[in-house]
């Protein structure tokens, strides 16, 4: 793929052939998720928000996921992972509580004093850049989950197979449009993978909101 835009647009015209996704929500798991999100949204004429989650990295290997946590106090733990690598409880509390304030400073940044979005009974499309462990996907369908959507629906551009078939199992479908094997990493399916900014996620997110009101 070239970039994350293209991705979003490639997905788009995946969704579009889904008809079951009436009214759709897309949330965006920021930052990587938001470009591609804004495209769907774009295409679908729907409305873009956010879903916060953070992933729970390592001591000493951030890259490496031990869980994920999402706003509302959710969280979701790798014990295969954790138990593997001997992580104290105390590492892991403090890991999470950096990533809470992060979460927090997130919040106040893209949102301000906006609600969360009403999530009862609606088509939910959750949208990431890619996935790896999955981690932060999961914790954000359970997250959903709770304010009983009609339908959780997950759009990524590439996954691992043996992610691709969790997710299948744990949303109510995924659209992914390549899940290579080896993976290796996200990044490695880009041409163009640089950081995504809050000051374009925020740009995004404006947009979005001018185009659909």
């Not at 990493?185 to 163009?192: E, F, L, N, P, Q």
Request: charged content about 25%; glycine content about 6%.
């Amino acid at each position: 793929m070239k970039d994350r835009r293209r991705a979003g647009l490639a997905l788009a015209t995946a969704l579009q052939s889904l008809p079951e996704c009436s009214d759709p929500l897309v949330l965006a798991l920021p930052r990587g998720g938001v470009p591609v999100a804004y495209e769907i949204a774009q295409v679908l004429r729907a409305p873009l928000d956010l879903m916060l989650v953070r992933k729970l990295g390592v001591p000493g290997h951030a890259e490496l996921a031990m869980g994920a946590i999402a706003i509302g106090g959710f969280r979701l733990l790798n014990q295969e992972l954790i138990h593997s690598l001997s992580i104290p409880d105390a590492a892991i509390d403090l890991v999470e509580q950096q990533e809470r304030h992060e979460l927090a400073r997130r919040l106040r940044a893209y949102r301000g004093d906006k609600p969360l979005p009403e999530l009862h009974d609606r088509c939910l499309i959750l949208v990431d850049d890619g996935v790896a462990t999955g981690a932060t996907m999961r914790v954000a369908i359970a997250a959903a989950r709770q304010q009983q959507p009609k339908m959780i629906l997950v759009a990524v551009p590439v996954a691992p197979v043996d992610t691709a078939d969790l997710l299948r199992q744990e949303a109510d479908r995924l659209v992914c449009l390549a899940t290579p094997e080896p993976f290796y990493a996200i990044s490695c399916w880009y041409r163009d993978f640089d950081q995504v900014s809050d000051e374009e996620v925020s740009t995004l997110l404006l947009m979005s909101q001018q185009n659909h009101g």
